[in-house]
Structures are given as structure tokens and as C-alpha cells.
């Protein structure tokens, strides 16, 4: 799913296209796309773009008349920039939207359709997708800090939270911890000070180094090659292999349609974290070392 980093880029580089231009044209392809019908998709049809901003993981169009665009692109929803009036593939397409100087096209891979597109009236309407949670970007490290400890909540589910920080997901949260080198489950309130403050900076550097990484990658081209597994991940999709700060093999815990990839020396003092789905096959032989691991 695009986080906070794939997010702003985005938004930067559909700022360099279409604000200050009007939005001629809105095709929808897909019926499960739209979640709206007042006011009607039609309303926002010939009026200007003002301006882009994210909230979460959503892409929200200011257009005049106080009407905003939100767009969710979910786990495998992405934008693809193309010439004006280009059609909306037959597979993969949701909608597009058509601007003099191109064509944006929403698409989304797979059979669980997930993106979502709302069209809302006034800033009231608007506020009501804003899940709570503060922007780790903006965030002070009190209000970071009251945020967390507001519950006592595992540090993975914490940092993916809407309601306590905005805009990480699973993919960014394993980088944040490794990063910050804290155990993915480590309760929140028992996070010393010192440990808050380690994991407030590792959120801000990572998540800025994310925006520059795929800033410089994209240059002033449209992002295309939007994914959770990038090849410069450290710790997200990195199962089996090295940890690149110490070398020990990362490891995972995984859970429904997601993963926790965490490493052993790094982050958890030495102990393996219980998989769910191994640990009920292996029950009392799951290993609690990687030395235990790696005899079996």
C-alpha cells in the first residue's frame, strides 16, 4: 500500500500537472469505485484544482466551490500518468481523469477491489477522513509521545494505527524499527523516554529519507514503479536475508495478509518471535534462538 513516503511523492508530482488546471472530464470505469453520490461526481467536472494534500494515505483535490477529490488507493491501487484521453485499461482500470495537459488514470491490481474515490462538499465533510492520529513528520516529540502512550498497544499495531500516527503502514513501520532497533512487539507503555525519543527520530529519518530516495528516483517523471518491496527496503520483504546493520537473517511473523519482518540481534535481544502459523505446527519445538532455528 503507498504510505506517507509514496504519498507525498505523488502529491508532488501531480502538483507539477494539474493544480491551476481544470478538470475537464471524470470517466469511471469500475462501479465499486465511487463511494459518493452527493453531490454528484458530475459537480466536479470543469472546475479548477486549487491545491493537494495528504491525509493518511489519502490524496485529497481541492477544486473550487469548496468541493474536495479524496482518493485511497488501498494495497494495490496506483496513479499512472498518461497523454490526454488515454483509455481506461480494461483489467486494471478504475477511472481517469482528463486535464488539457493529460490524462491521470487510477488502476488497481487484483480481484479485491479496495481503492475508493469521494467526492465531499465543505471542510467539515473533509475532516471527517482524518483518522486522529499526528503527523510523524510535524508531530512535536510530546505530541509523538502522548500519541503513543495513549494506549498500550504492541509497537507494530502503534505505529500502523491511523488514530495514533498518520500515514505509516506495514512496509514502513518494519523499517522505522529496525532503524530504531525496538522490538515490533514491545508494548508502548513500556517504552522508556529514551526509547520514545529513538523511535521518534528513526520515524523522521526514515520516512524523510524515503521521500528523498523516491523524489530522486522519479526526478520530474510521474511515479510508476509505486511498491511496498522496494529493493532498498532493509527490513520489509527481507525475510531470510541479511540484516544490513548486523548481518543476522531477518526474520517474520506473519498475520492474515501481512507481514512483521523484524531482526532477532537487532531488535528483539536474541528471541524469535512466535510465528502464529508455525508455532501451532511446532508448538512446544518452536526454537527461541536463531540457533535453535537454524538446527532445525
Not at 474515490?117 to 483518522?131: M, N
Not at 498518520?166 to 517504552?191: C, F, M, Y
Amino acid at each position: 500500500m503507498p504510505e506517507l513516503p509514496e504519498v507525498a511523492v505523488y502529491i508532488e508530482a501531480l502538483e507539477r500537472r494539474i493544480v491551476g488546471q481544470e478538470l475537464e472530464r471524470i470517466r469511471l470505469r469500475s462501479p465499486y469505485l465511487l463511494k459518493t453520490v452527493d453531490p454528484p461526481v458530475s459537480e466536479a467536472e470543469g472546475r479548477c484544482i486549487l491545491g493537494l494534500q495528504r491525509i493518511g494515505k489519502r490524496i485529497v483535490w481541492q477544486l473550487d466551490g469548496e468541493l474536495f477529490l479524496v482518493i485511497h488507493l488501498m494495497l494495490t491501487g496506483r496513479l499512472r500518468w498518461r497523454d490526454r484521453d488515454e483509455a481506461i485499461p480494461k483489467k486494471a482500470g478504475h477511472a481517469a481523469f482528463d486535464f488539457a495537459s493529460g490524462t491521470l488514470l487510477l488502476t488497481e491490481a487484483g480481484t479485491a477491489k479496495r481503492a475508493s474515490l469521494h467526492l465531499v462538499r465543505g471542510a467539515s465533510a473533509l475532516a471527517a477522513f482524518d483518522r486522529g492520529g499526528v503527523d510523524p513528520l510535524d508531530a512535536s516529540l510530546e505530541e509523538f509521545q502522548a500519541a503513543l502512550r495513549r494506549e498500550n498497544r504492541t509497537l507494530k499495531r502503534a505505529l500502523t494505527d491511523q488514530r495514533i500516527l498518520s500515514g505509516i503502514g506495514n512496509a514502513h513501520s518494519d523499517e522505522i524499527l529496525l532503524w530504531a532497533r525496538l522490538s515490533p512487539v514491545k508494548r508502548t507503555r513500556q517504552l522508556s523516554d529514551e526509547e520514545v525519543g529513538k523511535l521518534y527520530e528513526a520515524a523522521r529519518e526514515s520516512l524523510r529519507g524515503w521521500i528523498d530516495r523516491l523524489r530522486s528516483e522519479v526526478g520530474g517523471g510521474f511515479p510508476e514503479k509505486v511498491s511496498a518491496l522496494h529493493p532498498a527496503m532493509r527490513a520489509h520483504g527481507r525475510y531470510g536475508e541479511p540484516c544490513p546493520q548486523c548481518g543476522s537473517p531477518i526474520q517474520r511473523i506473519v498475520y492474515a495478509q501481512n507481514e512483521t519482518n523484524y531482526c532477532v540481534t537487532c531488535q528483539t535481544g536474541g528471541k524469535l518471535l512466535r510465528d502464529r502459523a508455525l508455532s501451532r505446527i511446532l508448538r512446544e519445538d518452536w526454537p527461541r534462538t536463531l540457533e535453535e532455528l537454524e538446527e532445525l
